[in-house]
């Protein structure tokens, strides 16, 4: 089972992104997911959560209004699109799926990717 998380780079304040995240060896489309990020020396934060049929989505309060996750479920792939960039956004950014309790516990995912860096410049 594997999370492959894709899209991220470099890119300018103001600027957007649009993450991947890639399901192989299991289907998640039963499943919620998530997105987390973790800056240098700081704990994994939550970011962005999505239930199983994509009806219900939470967020940060830092990221509400800029960030989207959405998902398809034909290709078992979760997106989370950023827009209006800011350099606090820089992180490394994860996928998770399945959470067992807490949709913003980074505890209680079952399933990791590998993370994707994002840099956000000034």
């Known amino acids: 089972v594997q999370l492959q998380a894709s899209g991220g780079g470099l890119v300018e304040a103001g600027g957007s992104l649009r993450l991947s995240c890639a399901a192989s060896g299991r289907t998640f489309s039963n499943d919620a997911m998530g997105w987390f990020r973790q800056a240098p020396g700081k704990e994994r934060d939550f970011v962005a959560y999505i239930n199983w049929n994509g009806i219900t989505t939470y967020y940060a309060g830092s990221v509400k209004g800029r960030f989207t996750i959405s998902r398809d479920k034909a290709k078992n792939t979760v997106y989370l699109q950023m827009n209006s960039l800011k350099p606090e956004d820089t992180a490394v950014y994860f996928c998770?799926?399945?959470?067992?309790?807490?949709?913003?516990?980074?505890?209680?995912?079952?399933?990791w990717g590998q993370g994707t860096q994002v840099t956000v410049s000034s």
């Open positions: 998770a799926a399945r959470p067992r309790g807490t949709y913003n516990s980074n505890r209680d995912y079952d399933y």
